[in-house]
């Protein structure tokens, strides 16, 4: 297909945000360490990531839906490059909040 990958956008760049967000509210709602804040939520966004993926796989494998992929065609490869690219926001976000300088404010 041609046009703006927005998919592959958004499956990278969500997972950075979640992981920037959810670390925080980590670390202050539950009062963890910065380390603890990003492994509870590294393993929930992979876990969570993994999920929905094998979903969508399901679904247009064995369900014959052609909802997912592109366009109902290319699923294994879209389906790991999805991971993939979830995988990688969620690292990208972790290595964001470790090199934050300043302390957060609350």
Do not use: C, M
Request: aromatic residues 16%; proline residues 5%.
């Amino acid at each position: 297909p041609e046009g703006f990958g927005y998919d592959k956008v958004v499956h990278f760049v969500f997972p950075l945000l979640a992981t920037i967000a959810l670390s925080r509210f980590i670390y202050r709602w539950y009062d963890r360490s910065l380390a603890s804040s990003l492994l509870v939520t590294i393993s929930l966004l992979v876990a969570v990531i993994v999920l929905w993926e094998g979903l969508e796989f399901v679904s247009d494998t064995i369900l014959q839906t052609k909802a997912f992929g592109e366009e109902g065609r290319n699923i294994p490869w879209d389906t790991f490059f999805d991971v993939f690219l979830g995988f990688l926001g969620t690292i990208t976000g972790a290595i964001a909040v470790k090199l934050r300088v300043k302390p957060w404010p609350y």
